[in-house]
């Protein structure tokens, strides 16, 4: 019913910058919050970015001022810029967003298959 496709992952050297974009499509009603998480393998999934349906956006502390979270409600993608790159930022990225469906209620969670960020130093 829906997909979130992502793009824009790869091998970039510390000091480098990225740019990954998510779009979802499919049954969409509305969306609510929409972002990334990363996860490295052993850890826990962890939020990168996010940003509600208002505009507001919260980052990972580590992530200030390097990390841009940008969003187009009309096309329903989201994009992170991530400038600076450090090894540690190296993880798998996954898309997210909180969407409510055509002709059912309530909310729900989803997922994009996650791409690949490598930071070399």
């Known amino acids: 019913q829906v997909q979130l496709v992502e793009s824009g992952g790869g091998l970039v050297q510390a000091g480098g910058s990225l740019t990954l974009s998510c779009v979802a499509s499919?049954?969409?009603?509305?969306?609510?919050?929409m972002g990334w998480y990363r996860q490295v393998p052993g850890k826990q999934r962890e939020l990168v970015a996010s940003?509600?349906?208002?505009?507001?956006?919260n980052y990972k502390d580590s992530m200030k001022g390097r990390f841009t979270l940008s969003r187009d409600n009309a096309k329903n993608t989201v994009n992170l810029q991530m400038n600076s790159l450090k090894p540690e930022d190296t993880a798998v990225y996954y898309c997210?967003?909180?969407?409510?469906?055509?002709?059912?209620?309530?909310?729900?969670?989803?997922w994009g298959q996650g791409t690949q960020v490598t930071v070399s130093s």
């Open positions: 997210y967003a909180q969407i409510k469906l055509w002709g059912r209620l309530g909310w729900y969670d989803y």
């Open positions: 499919g049954s969409i009603s509305r969306l609510n919050a």
């Open positions: 940003s509600n349906s208002e505009g507001s956006t």
